[in-house]
């Protein structure tokens, strides 16, 4: 399957394989749920070790999952192997989460260099515990 935005075949396993080495991926435990393309699905498991001041999932570690699954997404529209990096980033956070948090990024547009995403955050009850909008731009390449 080739992604529309960027003319690069989606490969799940290469993007699969790419996010699972991040080594904050790895230090926080997040499981890839789903990958489609301009889709992705985080778990991130609650560890109460790192909670916020409210004895709860910790807002910067919420925004962190955020950013890393719109991230993810972004990867299924510019290729496995493409440069990206966030360049803006809003979250409201609508309710607390003391459970694992699942975050569901889809690309919402392109334009140009930038991907723009939105990120839902959701405890395992199905409460929305923060959104997002966030834009990635796709880096250039060094030649």
């Given at each position: 399957m080739t992604?529309?935005?960027a003319g690069k075949e989606f490969s799940p396993d290469e993007i699969r394989r790419r996010v699972m080495a991040i080594p904050s991926v790895v230090t926080f435990g997040y499981r890839l749920e789903e990958l489609?393309?301009?889709r992705a699905v985080i778990i991130a498991p609650y560890?109460?070790?790192l909670d916020g001041i409210f004895e709860?999932?910790?807002g910067g570690l919420l925004a962190t999952l955020a950013d890393s699954t719109a991230g993810t997404a972004a990867l299924t529209v510019t290729g496995a192997e493409a440069g990206t990096a966030t360049v803006e980033m809003t979250?409201?956070?609508m309710s607390p989460?003391?459970?694992d948090a699942r975050a569901t990024a889809t690309v919402s547009g392109t334009e140009r260099r930038l991907i723009l995403c939105h990120v839902d955050v959701h405890d395992v009850t199905g409460t929305l515990c923060a959104t997002a909008e966030i834009k990635y731009i796709r880096l250039r390449?060094?030649?």
């Open positions: 992604s529309e935005a489609a393309p301009g560890d109460r070790s709860c999932f910790h979250i409201r956070f989460c003391r459970t390449e060094n030649k």
